[in-house]
């Protein structure tokens, strides 16, 4: 198992690039399946969970190929894939490979998916995709194991849904369900991330007609068939960029994240500005300067546009080296605050009552080993280390490469003092 280790202490300077967004990357990869014809999608994230998904497709039958060098620009070809032949072991290993359920419906009219899985931070039901797949008409089942749904002989009929809450798999999902069923299909109470907008678009590229996309009522007429692309390319990663601004409010310095889309990082610059970090704007870049002492605040996650749930354990990271009480309230999951026991191991005060973690931040922290408890966790391990005094080595780091490329690179040409080492390396084989 490999680690990272951090000796903190050195502010971070320079500029940074953002890859693709994860979280947009994977619905699309899957989504490519309804169409049924190639599709050549650009600023491919290539981080684990996408090439996961790659990798489910490319076993369902699909063809599937990297053609630059970097890996960031993929042909798929879902011409030959199968429905209900999803691989469940790698399935399960996911959260995003619960958008084969709408995929596979949309095209095929019939799905078998195995759960999925992803980060353990508390219960991630998918009754509001059930719901959305039995108002179009399908007959769904689903056990602890898998989830089935079957299309009526007509196909699926456009309808109306609701959300009980906001969901934003369930509104991609039934999005992507939706593109092929007869007549009109109204979203109401619909997420409105930035990666739905961006799966809209993948799919109106490809022929579909959905409107809406990004407000709180999607509309989606569907279409007899759909059409493959020749370049689509994904939009930036709104989590990566927040990661690598709370990083340097937390060790001071100055970095230019670019490659990004400012407007998606709104509530992220404007609480760093609260606090009393420089926040500068560019088209598609933003400078992140600090050098003084920060002020407390709170926050709270929300939907979008609201405070991101993703961003919530790199901002408690970032409260640890801020002198005063900060308060961070989680309202999306249940068990998200697993990592503050690893903070704690730190130095870091921390008291969590319910859904809200105060803490108590401006005493030094001191390295120890920790546990990237899952993927935002592993990014706040790393936040927090490069503000501690001395060394922090941080183990499980596999959590981290689901959803970061060359994060460890990318922090070390900002002048961290940081690295990647292989456990096998450290392995003693005495001589005979």
Known sequence: M???????????????????????????????????????????????????ALEIIREMGAEVEFVDIFQTTVRI????IK???????MVRRIRGSIYLAGAELSRFGYTDVALPGGCNFGVRPIDQHEKA?????????????????????????????????????ATINAMIAAVRAKGTTVLEHAAREPHIVDVANFLNTCGANIVGAGTET???????????CECYTIIPDMIEAGTYMAAVAATGGCVRVENI??????????????????VDE?????TVTTGRRLKPINVDTRPYPGFPTDMHPQFSALFCTVEGMCEVT??????????????????????VNGKTAQIYGGKPLTGATVKAVDLRAGAAMIIAGLAAEGETSITEVESIQRGYSGIVRNFKELGADIEEIEFAKHIFIEED
């Open 261 to 278: 889309i400012p407007k998606h990082l709104d509530c992220i610059s404007s609480l760093l500005r609260a606090m009393g970090a420089r």
């Open 77 to 80: 070809n879902p011409k030959n």
């Open 133 to 169: 797949f039995a108002a179009l008409g399908a007959e769904v089942e689903s056990d602890d194991v898998h989830v089935t749904a079957r299309a009526p002989e007509g196909g699926l009929c456009g309808t109306s849904v609701y959300f009980d809450v906001v969901s934003v798999g």
């Open 282 to 286: 560019e088209d598609d870049a933003v």
């Open 83 to 89: 429905p209900g032949s999803s691989p469940s072991d």
């Open 218 to 228: 999607i509309k989606i007429h569907g279409v007899e068939e759909l059409h493959g």
């Open 330 to 351: 989680e309202n999306i999951f249940t068990n998200r605050f697993r990592y503050i026991d690893e903070l704690r191991k730190l130095g870091a005060e921390i008291k």
């Open 2 to 52: 490999d680690k990272i280790v951090v000796r903190g202490g050195q502010p971070l300077n320079g500029t940074v690039r953002i890859n693709g967004m994860k979280n947009a990357a994977l619905p699309i990869v899957f989504a490519s399946i309804a169409t049924g014809a190639e599709c050549i999608i650009e600023n491919i994230p290539p981080v684990n969970d996408v090439l996961m």
